[in-house]
């Protein structure tokens, strides 16, 4: 719980380190990343699960892919909670296990039950709904939801652990962020290192914000069930809707009202209807197969424990 809290809470971490641009946060958050995430692997004596993940051409192929994803998932969030669209981000987090479903129809192949159907013909509404009072889509929490879905859809494909895999996809961008920062610095045009004190460490800080949580989530995910897991995940996009009403003041129209409503709805048909399959699997059975795992998560919506931020 405090995990998904966290990760939500940072939507008020990312307005602190203005006047520090989103694009220039990302990179200082690419450049930082490495560095707290080296840290915790050398904690763990995870040296040679690193290197040999950089041996194998595939795996690294798929994590540079995903990492690219979640770095643009990062830059539209950042974004959004900078410029006041921090309901939209909320409802981006809300839509993306309805996109894992997506997915795992149109590229697995999957066949769904009727109420996975039900769920996301209520979210098809739900955006219909946002798109006519918009006068267009919502496109930064369909790009949120896209951009995240496909980061899991990966990430179920590459075998590896989660501190590894992070390490990997978090040190592939590195070079990019230095010379993007490099550049910024040299045009000056950078603000970090040149507003405060305070700025300064903060820009420091977005690389390491993420390190508490993920902790957390890696400390509690191999010992609570899945399913618990699931349930735990909307904590998050909450927490962001919370901060978007209460505290930046976002507007809620009758027509916002009743979109996030549907939705909401969609995920009480999807969540029950996961329990309700769990429920029915031979008592016998300790747990599925990895693979099996794997595709019953992308169906239901649920995060398998090892798709971390």
């Given at each position: 719980?405090?995990?998904?809290v966290?990760?939500?809470?940072?939507?008020?971490?990312w307005?602190l380190?203005?006047?520090?641009?989103p694009?220039?946060?990302?990179?200082?958050?690419?450049?930082?990343?490495?560095?707290?995430?080296g840290?915790?692997?050398?904690?763990?004596?995870r040296?040679r699960?690193v290197?040999?993940?950089?041996?194998?051409?595939?795996?690294?192929?798929l994590l540079t892919?995903?990492?690219?994803?979640?770095?643009?998932?990062?830059?539209?969030?950042?974004?959004?909670?900078?410029?006041?669209?921090?309901?939209?981000a909320?409802?981006?987090?809300?839509?993306?296990?309805?996109?894992?479903i997506?997915?795992?129809?149109?590229?697995f192949?999957?066949?769904l039950r009727?109420?996975?159907w039900?769920?996301?013909?209520l979210a098809a509404v739900?955006v219909?709904?946002?798109?006519?009072?918009?006068?267009?889509?919502?496109?930064?929490?369909?790009?949120?939801?896209?951009?995240?879905?496909g980061?899991?859809?990966?990430?179920?494909?590459?075998?590896?652990?989660?501190?590894?895999?992070?390490?990997?996809?978090?040190a592939?961008?590195?070079?990019?962020?230095?010379?993007y920062?490099?550049?910024?610095?040299?045009g000056?045009q950078?603000?970090?290192?040149h507003v405060?004190v305070?700025?300064t460490?903060?820009?420091v800080?977005s690389?390491?914000v993420?390190?508490v949580?993920?902790?957390?989530?890696?400390?509690?995910?191999?010992?609570?069930?899945?399913?618990?897991?699931?349930?735990?995940?909307?904590?998050?996009?909450i927490?962001?809707?919370l901060?978007?009403?209460l505290v930046?003041?976002?507007?809620?129209?009758?027509t916002?009202?009743?979109?996030f409503g549907?939705?909401?709805?969609?995920?009480?048909?999807?969540?029950?209807d996961?329990?309700?399959?769990?429920?029915r699997a031979p008592?016998?059975r300790?747990?599925?197969?990895?693979?099996?795992?794997?595709s019953?998560?992308?169906s239901?919506?649920?995060?398998?424990?090892?798709?971390?931020?």
């Amino acid at each position: 719980m405090a995990a998904y809290v966290l990760w939500g809470l940072s939507a008020l971490y990312w307005p602190l380190v203005e006047p520090t641009g989103p694009v220039e946060i990302l990179a200082l958050r690419v450049l930082w990343s490495p560095v707290a995430i080296g840290l915790l692997v050398l904690a763990l004596g995870r040296r040679r699960q690193v290197a040999a993940i950089l041996r194998r051409p595939r795996d690294l192929a798929l994590l540079t892919l995903a990492s690219v994803l979640t770095s643009i998932n990062w830059a539209l969030f950042i974004w959004a909670t900078m410029s006041g669209h921090v309901v939209d981000a909320s409802l981006g987090y809300f839509i993306t296990p309805l996109v894992s479903i997506a997915f795992g129809v149109g590229i697995f192949r999957e066949r769904l039950r009727g109420p996975q159907w039900a769920a996301i013909g209520l979210a098809a509404v739900a955006v219909l709904v946002l798109t006519l009072a918009y006068g267009g889509p919502p496109w930064i929490a369909l790009a949120l939801a896209v951009t995240f879905g496909g980061y899991g859809l990966i990430k179920k494909r590459v075998d590896v652990g989660a501190v590894e895999g992070l390490m990997v996809e978090t040190a592939v961008l590195f070079p990019f962020a230095l010379v993007y920062t490099v550049v910024l610095q040299a045009g000056g045009q950078a603000t970090f290192g040149h507003v405060s004190v305070v700025n300064t460490l903060l820009g420091v800080g977005s690389g390491f914000v993420m390190m508490v949580p993920m902790l957390l989530f890696s400390a509690a995910a191999t010992k609570i069930p899945l399913s618990v897991t699931g349930m735990l995940q909307y904590i998050e996009p909450i927490v962001q809707f919370l901060i978007g009403l209460l505290v930046v003041r976002e507007s809620m129209p009758l027509t916002r009202w009743l979109a996030f409503g549907l939705l909401w709805v969609a995920l009480v048909v999807l969540t029950a209807d996961g329990f309700r399959a769990r429920g029915r699997a031979p008592a016998a059975r300790r747990g599925p197969p990895r693979s099996a795992r794997s595709s019953r998560t992308a169906s239901s919506g649920v995060r398998d424990p090892e798709e971390t931020r």
